[in-house]
């Protein structure tokens, strides 16, 4: 009887075991800040992604290398934990505003904003392209979808306002996770010089992004699996799926937000901008692209993402003063 007892414990510990290492694999996966090498290639939903951005891959490409081309400065800042972070300076020639610049989930400075250097820079923007933490050059173990990120946002901004002389109208621009990152960020203590919010294809939260992204990919539904997660990624990297959302965060937001999707966008859903949008309580434009994938609203109508850019430049400037 004492040898039946000892095997079921045992094998209790190893099935608790293994279920834990499952689950911390899965965590992996989430929030690592590069892809990790057993997840299985991209199929499926993943697979879609992919190849919406295979279509244009010669114009990110070729983006990518014009950016590259122009030099930008390298700066640094260290954030309240102790984190070197990297951007990347653009000065435009006459500058009329300074733009902050927030990437997406796994990207990198030079990709998800290429595109539009060339546009921002001509019609008179500094730009700063941020490194998200755990990415490039920036120091940091885990991605926090917006959670930690946001911090880091203000801090970028204060570091632009100071560089510009608090002369100019800041912004604080993203795309995807980085979207979502400055409308988390909008309801902190942002310089009094910041002008607006853009926000290109963000997601709601954490919670719902990732929930979205395991049923699409995997079948998973949000119970039991997303609490027990959340609660595990808290333990491990000090925040949870369920800690904030954009739309609380924008209930408490009185700046100008531009919000640009993709009507096609099946990774991050077009409704959930319309959610942010209905959501912010301050001046606000949601622009809905028809045809265009997960980030690539402005490579399929350019003219429309620049047309709402600079009358959204045009409406928060108007009655700016330097603080």
């Avoid at 930690?148 to 100019?168: H, M, N, P, Q, T």
């Avoid at 010089?193 to 049923?215: Q, Y």
């Amino acid at each position: 009887m004492k040898k039946k007892t000892a095997a079921l414990a045992i094998g209790a510990l190893a099935t608790g075991a293994c279920g834990y290492a499952a689950l911390r694999m899965a965590l992996n996966a989430i929030i690592a800040p590069e892809k990790p090498k057993y997840m299985p290639d991209g199929k499926g939903f993943m697979g879609r992604i992919q190849e919406s951005l295979a279509e244009h891959r010669d114009i990110m490409n070729s983006s990518s290398a014009r950016l590259h081309a122009r030099n930008p400065e390298k700066v640094y800042i260290t954030n309240k934990e102790g984190l070197r972070l990297c951007g990347h300076w653009v000065e435009a020639e006459a500058p009329k505003r300074t733009v902050v610049m927030m990437h997406g989930f796994r990207s990198g400075w030079d990709k998800d904003f290429a595109v539009a250097v060339d546009f921002f820079v001509g019609c008179g923007c500094n730009l700063l392209i941020i490194e998200q933490r755990a990415r490039g050059e920036s120091e940091g173990k885990y991605i926090t979808y917006g959670i930690r990120e946001r911090f880091d946002c203000i801090e970028w901004l204060v570091y632009a306002d100071s560089r510009c002389g608090g002369k100019l109208p800041l912004y604080a621009d993203g795309i995807s996770m980085g979207a979502g990152t400055v409308m988390l960020a909008s309801e902190l203590n942002m310089p009094k010089n910041v002008a607006g919010i853009l926000a290109d294809c963000g997601f709601t939260s954490p919670a719902e992004i990732i929930s979205h992204v395991m049923k699409q990919s995997y079948g998973l539904p949000e119970k039991p699996i997303m609490p027990i997660l959340s609660a595990l990624c808290k333990k491990v990297a000090g925040f949870g799926f369920y800690d904030r959302s954009t739309e609380d965060a924008l209930k408490n937001n009185k700046r100008p937000l531009l919000l640009i999707h993709g009507e096609d966008d099946f990774f991050v859903p077009c409704e959930m901008s319309v959610r942010n949008y209905n959501a912010t309580t301050g001046p606000k434009e949601l622009v809905i692209v028809p045809g265009a994938g997960h980030g690539l609203s402005y490579i399929v109508d350019r003219e429309a993402c620049e047309s709402a850019i600079l009358r959204f430049f045009d409406s928060c400037e108007q009655n700016w003063t330097a603080d």
